[in-house]
Antibody
Framework: QIQLVESGGGVVQPGRSLRLSCAASGFTFSSHVMHWVRQAPGKGLNWVATISYDGGNIFYADSVKGRFTISRDNAENTLYLQMNSLRAEDTAVYLC??????????????WGQGTLVTVSS | DVVMTQSPLSLPVTLGQSASISCRSSQSLVYSDGNAYLNWFHQRPGQSPRRLIYKVSNRDSGVPDRFSGSGSGTDFTLTINRVEAEDVGVYYCMQSTQWPLAFGGGTKVEIK
């Protein structure tokens, strides 16, 4: 069955960096768009970033542009989110989600369970 | 940017009755290919979201036919017929027609 398992979250001071991973299995990872979405504690869902199947097209929310970098390793079936210059408002559960085939950016299913990032001094 | 507005914020429902959630977009969600990329997700407490509906009215595999999506342009509705206890949680609409992708604020469904 399809599995998406996020890791790498934790407590980090403002201004520091963190790298999240999303290990995928049960489908042909290299053929799918992948997304990162975050959810602040007790709040709604917010899209963070999207990457095409081959990494050739990348899109970011304005709130993270220039600070976060989405990437993927298709040989390792893993999606990444490098987060730099972290701020208190980046505190959230970060979830990865599978997109559609190749450049079908519109799809978002299924989702992982998420990893919690807490930015605090 | 497209802004997604859901209503109501909270929806108490009686078991066995119907419930409707509205989602409005600030711009038309019809893409150049004629499709409207409007999705509905359900998030139970303590769980990650699960997609229910894609492209306005297409039910995902395994989703009960009690759930239906409708609408066009900028106005969309998720209807739950014969509400069951397992339907509680927060429902989100999301547009994936244009960048940036955007979610509605969510509607919390609870049993009366």
């Amino acid at each position: 069955q399809i599995q998406l398992v996020e890791s790498g979250g934790g407590v980090v001071q403002p201004g520091r960096s963190l790298r999240l991973s999303c290990a995928a299995s049960g489908f042909t990872f290299s053929s799918h768009v992948m997304h990162w979405v975050r959810q602040a504690p007790g709040k709604g869902l917010n899209w963070v970033a999207t990457i095409s199947y081959d990494g050739g097209n990348i899109f970011y929310a304005d709130s993270v542009k220039g600070r976060f970098t989405i990437s993927r390793d298709n040989a390792e079936n893993t999606l990444y989110l490098q987060m730099n210059s972290l701020r208190a408002e980046d505190t959230a559960v970060y979830l990865c989600a599978r997109g559609g085939i190749f450049t079908e950016y519109w799809a978002m299913d299924p989702w992982g369970q998420g990893t919690l990032v807490t930015v605090s001094s | 940017d497209v802004v997604m507005t859901q209503s109501p914020l909270s929806l108490p429902v009686t078991l066995g009755q119907s419930a409707s959630i509205s989602c409005r977009s600030s711009q038309s969600l019809v893409y150049s290919d004629g499709n409207a990329y409007l999705n509905w997700f359900h998030q139970r407490p303590g769980q990650s979201p699960r997609r229910l509906i894609y492209k306005v009215s297409n039910r995902d595999s395994g989703v009960p036919d009690r759930f239906s999506g409708s609408g066009s342009g900028t106005d969309f509705t998720l209807t739950i017929n014969r509400v069951e206890a397992e339907d509680v949680g927060v429902y989100y609409c999301m547009q994936s027609t244009q960048w940036p992708l955007a979610f509605g604020g969510g509607t919390k469904v609870e049993i009366k």
